[in-house]
């Protein structure tokens, strides 16, 4: 039986990249332009720090929860051994933990920018480096399988 955080950290993996591939190209069309960054411009990214943190919170749930975490008691660190259960309980969390990190650092460096390109620049940078995490340690065979 899968854990039953399983399927809205599922659902929530596409609104998560979803919204943070907007608020990347948001960013990138900002810097290029060099607009204003608008209310419109913070709400996008705002949106998408926030959904990756409860992506988060529900991922920690899950870890806890899913048959795969007992698997550390029965193997110890033999887990490494074995691919898919590295890629799942060592490999996908710690990295995106650092995405989410990363993405957070860039949220809070664009508040201390002064101007509307600084500000664009440290969100593309941030959000940009977070998605690359994000997307290389998906489970894309067990996600779409
Ligand atoms: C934005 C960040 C994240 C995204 C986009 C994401 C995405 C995904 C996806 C697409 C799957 C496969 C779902 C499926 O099989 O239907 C998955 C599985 C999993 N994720 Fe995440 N995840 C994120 C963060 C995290 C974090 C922070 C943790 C733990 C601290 C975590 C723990 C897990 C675990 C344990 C599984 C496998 C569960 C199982 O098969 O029983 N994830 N994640």
Aim: charged residues 15%; contains cysteine.
């Amino acid at each position: 039986m899968d854990s039953k955080f399983l399927p809205l950290h599922s659902i929530l993996a596409y609104v998560a990249l979803g919204v943070l591939l907007i608020a990347v190209i948001n960013a990138i069309i900002g810097v290029t332009s060099k607009s204003l960054f608008k209310p419109k411009d913070r709400s996008i990214s705002l949106v998408a720090l926030i959904i990756c943190h409860v992506q988060l919170v529900v991922g920690l749930l899950l870890y806890f929860d899913s048959p795969k975490f007992e698997q550390w008691s029965l193997l110890g660190m033999k887990i490494m051994k074995n691919s898919e259960l590295r890629q799942l309980l060592v490999e996908h969390p710690v990295t995106n933990i650092i995405a989410i990190v990363l993405i957070t650092i860039g949220w809070s460096k664009h508040k201390r920018e002064e101007s509307n390109n600084g500000k664009f620049k440290k969100i593309a940078l941030f959000y940009l480096l977070g998605l690359v995490l994000l997307l290389a340690m998906i489970p894309y065979k067990q996600w779409l399988g």
